[in-house]
C-alpha cells in the first residue's frame, strides 16, 4: 500500500504498528527492528518492500548469484590492463589479495546490512538507518550515478569486441546508430522482469566462462610456469594497476538494492555473495594463470580484448571467436544486471519518500518502469564519454559512497547492537571498526590518484546531490510533486 499526500512518514506507519502492540498489553510499546502482525512478531527482515511482494515471483540462489556476478565481474573481460601495468607477477598477486582486502569485506558488509534491511533501496536504507535521510539520500545519488556511468561503458564495449568482424562499428553514424538500438534493446529486457534478467544472466554466465575452461585445458602443454614470476617494481603503472583491480573487483554491495525482490533474502543473499566471490575470483586468476604462462610476455599487447589473441595462438581461430563472442555477451549480461540495480535502487528511494511517487510505479511485469527509463537515459548520455574516463570517474563516485556505508555500518554496530541480524559478521564493534580499515585505505589511495581532471567533475557530481536533495525536499513541501513512504516498510529510527 502506498500512502498518499505531502509527506507520509515512515513515523506514521509505525505508530500503527505500535497500536497492534498496545492492543496485545503484553508487548513492548515501541520496535526498531520489527513489527507485530496480530500473532507473532516478524522480523523486520521478513518485511517485504511492496504489500504485492508476496504475490510476485522471487529471485531464487542461482540467478541471484549471477546477477551478483555480472555487477561485479562479468568475466576476464577488462582485466589484461593489469598485466600491461605491472607484469604478470602483479597482475596474478593483485587478484588473490585484493578481493581480501576489499571484496571479502564489502561482500560481508551487504550480506549483514542486507539480510538486515531486506527491501528495495539497500545502501540507501543502510545510510539512512545510520545517518539519517540526507545522507542517505547522497549515498543513493551517487551510487546511482556511479551505476550509469558504469552502464555507459557497456553498449561501447560490446560493439568494440564485434568491430574486428564488422568493421563498419568501429566509428561514425553505425557506431552510434547500434550503441543506441542495444542501449534499447536491453532497457526493455529489464522491462519485461527481473526473473528474465536473472535467467539470461546464468545462460550468459555460463557462455562467458566456457571458452576460458576450454583454453585452459588446451593450454596445458604450452604452460610455462616462469613466466608467472616476471616483475620489475620501477616500471609499474600504479595508477591504471589499482583502478583496473578496483574497477574489477567491487559492486558488491549494489545486490543489496534488489533485496526486497529476493527469495528467502535472510537466508539467500548470503549464500549467493558466498558463491559468486568464489566465481568472480576464479574467473579472473584462472584465466590470467593460462594466458600469461602460456604465451611470450608482451605487456603492450595487454590491453583491452588481448584474451582473444591468446585464444588464437594457443587454439586457432575458432577459439578467438567464441572467446569474442563470450565478450560480447558479457556486456549484455552486465548492461542488465546494472539497470535492474539502478532502477530498483530509484525505487527503493521512492518508497521511503527519498524521489517522487512515480519512481516507486511498478509496470505490470513489476519492473519500476520511471526508474528503468531514468537509467536509461543517463546511459545514453554518458555514452560520450572514453573507456579511461569512465572508469576513473566511475571509481572516483564510488569511493565516496562506500566511506558512507563503511560509517553507517559501524555506526549501526553501535546505535543498535542488540538488533537481530539475521547474519552477522562474528566481531565485535571493535572488530567492524578494523574491518574497514584496510579498504578505507585503499579508497583514499584510489582518490589520491585520480587525475585533476576526475576529481573535479566529481566533485561537482557530488556537489550537485548536496543540494538536490534541499530542493526535492522543497518541492515536496510545495506539493508540485507526490511524494509518499510505503506504510508496509520498518520504522528506521
Not at 568491430?163 to 526493455?188: D, E, F, H, I, Q
Request: charged share 15%.
Amino acid at each position: 500500500m502506498q500512502a498518499s499526500g505531502d509527506c507520509t512518514t515512515v513515523e506514521g506507519a509505525s505508530i500503527g504498528n505500535n497500536q497492534q502492540m498496545r492492543d496485545t498489553g503484553n508487548r513492548q510499546a515501541s520496535i526498531v527492528m520489527g513489527e507485530f502482525n496480530g500473532v507473532e512478531y516478524v522480523n523486520a527482515n521478513e518485511v517485504a518492500s511492496s504489500p504485492m511482494a508476496d504475490k510476485r515471483n522471487k529471485i531464487s540462489v542461482l540467478p541471484l548469484v549471477f546477477l551478483i556476478f555480472y555487477e561485479v565481474s562479468g568475466g576476464p573481460f577488462g582485466v589484461e590492463d593489469s598485466v600491461q601495468a605491472a607484469g604478470p607477477l602483479l597482475a596474478l598477486v593483485g587478484f588473490l589479495v585484493f578481493p581480501i582486502i576489499w571484496s571479502i569485506p564489502e561482500a560481508l558488509i551487504t550480506a549483514e546490512l542486507g539480510t538486515m534491511f531486506p527491501e528495495n533501496g539497500g545502501y540507501v536504507v543502510w545510510v539512512s538507518s545510520a545517518l539519517g535521510p540526507y545522507w542517505g539520500f547522497q549515498q543513493g545519488w551517487m551510487k546511482w550515478l556511479s551505476g550509469v556511468i558504469d552502464n555507459a561503458l557497456y553498449p561501447i564495449m560490446f560493439l568494440d569486441y564485434l568491430k574486428s568482424g564488422v568493421p563498419a562499428l568501429g566509428g561514425g553514424w553505425p557506431r552510434s546508430v547500434s550503441a543506441l538500438c542495444l542501449t534499447v534493446s536491453l532497457t526493455y529486457l529489464n522491462y519485461r522482469g527481473l526473473i528474465i534478467v536473472g535467467w539470461v544472466a546464468v545462460l550468459l554466465g555460463v557462455f562467458s566462462l566456457l571458452p576460458f575452461l576450454v583454453m585452459g585445458l588446451v593450454a596445458i602443454p604450452k604452460l610455462k610456469p616462469s613466466r608467472w614470476f616476471v616483475v620489475n617494481l620501477r616500471n609499474v603503472d600504479w595508477n591504471l594497476y589499482l583502478n583496473t583491480l578496483f574497477w574489477n573487483l567491487n559492486y558488491w554491495d549494489s545486490i543489496s538494492t534488489i533485496a526486497g525482490e529476493v527469495d528467502h533474502p535472510r537466508k539467500t543473499l548470503p549464500k549467493a555473495l558466498f558463491y559468486a566471490l568464489i566465481l568472480v575470483v576464479t574467473g579472473y586468476f584462472f584465466p590470467l594463470l593460462i594466458g600469461t604462462g602460456a604465451v611470450p610476455l608482451d605487456r603492450e599487447s595487454w590491453t583491452e580484448g588481448y584474451f582473444s589473441d591468446i585464444g588464437k595462438l594457443v587454439g586457432g581461430v575458432w577459439l578467438t571467436w567464441w572467446i569474442q563472442g563470450a565478450a560480447a555477451m558479457s556486456n549484455m549480461g552486465m548492461f542488465v544486471a546494472e539497470m535492474s540495480s539502478d532502477s530498483f535502487q530509484l525505487m527503493g528511494m521512492a518508497e521511503r519518500g527519498m524521489l517522487p511517487h512515480c519512481f516507486a510505479k511498478r509496470s505490470r511485469y513489476g519492473t519500476p518502469l520511471v526508474g528503468i527509463l531514468f537509467s536509461a537515459s543517463g546511459v545514453v548520455l554518458l555514452s560520450w564519454l572514453s573507456f579511461e574516463e569512465i572508469v576513473a570517474a566511475e571509481n572516483f563516485l564510488y569511493c565516496f559512497g562506500m566511506i558512507l556505508e563503511f560509517i553507517a555500518f559501524v555506526r549501526l554496530r553501535m546505535k543498535y547492537p542488540a538488533v537481530s541480524r539475521p547474519y552477522k559478521i562474528p566481531v565485535g564493534t571493535v572488530g567492524a571498526i578494523v574491518m574497514c580499515i584496510p579498504p578505507t585505505i585503499l579508497i583514499c589511495v584510489v582518490l589520491a590518484l585520480s587525475s585533476l581532471k576526475v576529481a573535479v567533475v566529481s566533485i561537482v557530481a557530488v556537489v550537485i546531490g548536496l543540494v538536490m536533495q534541499p530542493c526535492l525536499k522543497y518541492v515536496q513541501k510545495k506539493r508540485w510533486l507526490k511524494f509518499s513512504t510505503n506504510a508496509d516498510l520498518p520504522n528506521l529510527h
